[in-house]
């Protein structure tokens, strides 16, 4: 199996900044995509960023410039530096990962907990 345990969630004011991590655990033979997404009560779940294996990046247009995704492939880990926060940043956060379980296995996505982010006004 394969475990995503997110951290560093929490409140904070408008102007503000947080970083949140993802560690990948488990059954792993390589990872692929890793990502961000979030869900604002009464939405949809939306991409934040992507990143790739190799280091390329993706971000949705209303983050762009406020928030930094970046990982280590040495420790399965993602990162989301998130400034200059705003009230509409405010949701539930979960990591993705495309995970190839073994050399003969194809890759499948797996999920974290979620973790929340609420930015007061």
């Known amino acids: 199996q394969v475990q995503l345990v997110e951290s560093g969630g929490g409140l904070v004011q408008a102007g503000g900044s947080l970083r949140l991590s993802c560690a990948a655990s488990g059954s792993i033979f390589s990872i692929n995509t890793m990502g961000w997404y979030r869900q604002a009560p009464g939405k949809q779940r939306e991409l934040v960023a992507t990143?790739?294996?190799?280091?390329?990046?993706n971000y949705a247009d209303s983050v762009k410039g406020r928030f930094t995704i970046s990982r280590d492939n040495s420790k399965n880990t993602e990162y989301l530096q998130m400034n200059s926060l705003k009230p509409e940043d405010t949701a539930v956060y979960y990591c993705?990962?495309?995970?190839?379980?073994?050399?003969?296995?194809?890759?499948?996505?797996?999920w974290g907990q979620g973790t929340q982010v609420t930015v007061s006004s």
């Open positions: 993705a990962a495309e995970v190839r379980r073994s050399i003969v296995t194809s890759t499948a996505r797996f």
């Open positions: 990143i790739t294996s190799g280091g390329s990046t």
